[in-house]
């Protein structure tokens, strides 16, 4: 039978002390407050895998992430185990979603092709091409992933940068 746990309070997480060795909080759930002796408070939850081994869920490090913010999270990765899925995966899989995206990002993209243009343009050529990119296209477009861009998200700039060489042109 599981055994009930008191929940935490703010001041008792605020005035846990470092140990000689590491010790835990218990907030019920699985939540847990790690101590080590160097000071560290980090968050945890311990689940059982759809396999029946147990797992270890981080949340992150206390005062960054409140004790809202924990059972927040504990309660996020509990009703994804009971929907079927196991909680580490999902984070995993969003992880690699996150960096795919840094990789495939309008700006990511925008650096290798100019890596490849420098050595078949001008330095002249290259400085202009620079300007553009981060005066015109990166400020609103860096961010974003290739597939989510669309012709609209392009034109706007554009008619900036056409703006900007008429009134260079004109004087």
Not at 33 to 57: C, D, I, Y
Not at 142 to 159: T, V
């Amino acid at each position: 039978m599981a055994r009930l746990v008191k929940p935490l309070t703010a001041t008792q997480v605020q005035n846990a002390k470092p140990k000689d060795k590491p010790y835990k909080l218990f907030d019920g759930g699985g939540l847990f407050l790690h101590v080590t002796p160097s000071g560290g408070k980090h968050w945890k939850m311990k689940f059982r895998q759809a396999n029946g081994k147990e797992s270890l869920l981080s949340f992150g490090a206390f005062p960054e992430v409140s004790l809202e913010q924990a059972r927040r999270k504990r309660d996020e990765a509990r009703t994804q185990k009971a929907a079927g899925k196991d909680p580490g995966e999902v984070r995993r899989q969003e992880k690699a979603e996150r960096e795919s995206m840094s990789k495939n990002s309008f700006g990511a993209l925008a650096a290798k092709w100019m890596e490849l243009a420098e050595s078949k343009v001008s330095p002249k050529t290259m400085r202009q091409y620079r300007g553009v990119m981060d005066r015109n296209l990166l400020p609103s477009l860096g961010h974003m992933h290739i597939r989510d861009i669309r012709s609209a998200d392009i034109l706007a700039p554009m008619k900036e940068l056409e703006k900007e060489d008429k009134t260079a042109t004109s004087r």
